[in-house]
């Protein structure tokens, strides 16, 4: 099994900076990328930025490139999301998310996504 924890939500006034952290562990034998989605209130799903673990390739959403910056620590399979200049259009729940090999203990392994559980951002002053 895989598991996907997350830390750093909170609340925060506009124009202020948060940190989100995202560990992986389990049975993991290899993480192609992770990312961070973000879901507000009555909206739909939406990427923010995700980052291959391998090589470090970044991608952004455009409501957020220049203030959100995300990062990786492949050795501790850990991704990070600092976002600075908050709006309060960033509140909303924060999800991390992997794609990876993992491996079921006998010998087989496959490819999946796994979803964190999500941790609240509120931006409000």
């Known amino acids: 099994q895989v598991q996907l924890v997350e830390s750093g939500g909170g609340l925060v006034q506009p124009g202020g900076s948060l940190r989100l952290s995202c560990a992986a562990s389990?049975?993991?034998?290899?993480?192609?990328?992770m990312g961070w989605y973000r879901q507000a209130l009555g909206k739909e799903r939406e990427l923010v930025a995700t980052?291959?673990?391998?090589?470090?390739?970044?991608n952004y959403a455009d409501s957020v490139k220049g203030r959100f910056t995300i990062s990786r620590d492949s050795a501790k399979n850990t991704v990070y999301l600092q976002m600075n200049s908050l709006k309060p259009e960033d509140t909303a729940v924060y999800y991390c998310n992997a794609d990876l090999t993992a491996h079921n203990g006998r010998g087989y392994y496959y490819d999946s996504t796994y979803w964190g559980q999500g941790t609240q951002v509120t931006v409000s002053s």
């Open positions: 980052v291959t673990i391998g090589g470090g390739a970044t």
């Open positions: 389990g049975s993991i034998v290899r993480i192609n990328a």
